[in-house]
């Protein structure tokens, strides 16, 4: 058997309609898994299950609020009869400043990052340790690491709380079988950031990463699945980057750096 078969495995994806939350929906489906794709936006989620295949079931769900996640999990374990993986992809920011954020900004932002996360790691677990363990995956962000530029300082907080978490719960969550780990993504060009970013920030990535391109959700999608597989049975509480070499730091673009070489 492959270590990335996930025939008769249920997957929880938050944040399922978006860009990264689709393309991991997608490759579980691929991989043999039945899902379970919670967003807020109900027609993303439509859209969602008219192009998926295989086995999905969606579900129109605020993840910052206890009792929506806590009502969607039961649902989902009803109609499914298990729960072996959660991944927390919903998530985003705003750009503001500490002078210019209001206190709900800084609420809605954390609540949407961190609290999230943790509210559907409370309500999975339960339903994990009753089939003998599972796999849980956060996707953090680059900011965990540097501040944000495209947002706030709460995201900037909120991302980095995302692997205090994850540390702490999968200590905690060990003795039930049960792996937490995180992905953090650097620039990654999603639907949300083509609506949102201008011409010149748009240009300017490409000439900042290593790589020399934006990363696509696919890229976000396989690390999150490696994680969540048999092929990371000895990794839990610690977490991957993928940026394209963006936190190698470089202070020059590559054509720039070689120039100076002569090469």
């Not at 991991?24 to 794709?37: E, I, P, S």
């Not at 027609?43 to 996640?69: E, F």
């Not at 009502?71 to 959660?86: N, Q, S």
Request: glycine content about 12%; hydrophobic content about 40%; aromatic content about 6%.
């Amino acid at each position: 058997m492959s270590k990335q078969d996930f025939e008769g495995r249920v997957a929880i994806v938050t944040g399922g309609a978006g860009g990264i939350g689709s393309a991991t929906v997608q490759r579980f489906l691929a991989a043999g898994a039945k899902v379970a794709a919670f967003d807020r936006d109900q027609g993303r989620l439509d859209q969602l299950k008219a192009a998926s295949s295989g086995p999905v079931s969606i579900h129109c769900v605020d993840v910052t609020q206890w009792d929506a996640v806590s009502e969607a999990v039961d649902k989902v374990e009803a109609e499914f009869g298990r729960i072996d993986i959660l991944v927390n992809v919903a998530g985003g920011g705003s750009p503001t400043t500490i002078q210019s954020a209001t206190p709900e900004d800084w609420g809605r932002i954390v609540g949407l990052n961190l609290t999230a996360p943790f509210y559907c790691i409370k309500a999975v677990a339960p339903a994990m340790r009753r089939v003998g363990g599972g796999q849980i995956v956060t996707v953090g962000s680059l900011a965990a690491f540097q501040m944000s530029f495209n947002n706030g300082v709460s995201y900037t907080a909120a991302k980095s709380g995302v692997l205090g978490m994850t540390r702490h719960a999968a200590f905690e969550l060990s003795r039930d079988n049960i792996r937490v780990n995180a992905v953090l993504p650097g620039p990654v060009m999603t639907p949300q950031m083509d609506a949102k970013i201008d011409a010149k920030s748009r240009a300017a990535v490409p000439k900042q990463v290593p790589l020399g391109r934006w990363l696509s959700p696919d890229e976000i999608a396989d690390p999150i699945l490696f994680f969540c597989s048999d092929a990371s049975r000895g990794c839990t509480g610690t977490h991957v980057i993928v940026d394209g070499g963006l936190h190698v730091g470089a202070q020059y673009d590559r054509e720039t750096y070689f120039a100076k070489r002569g090469e």
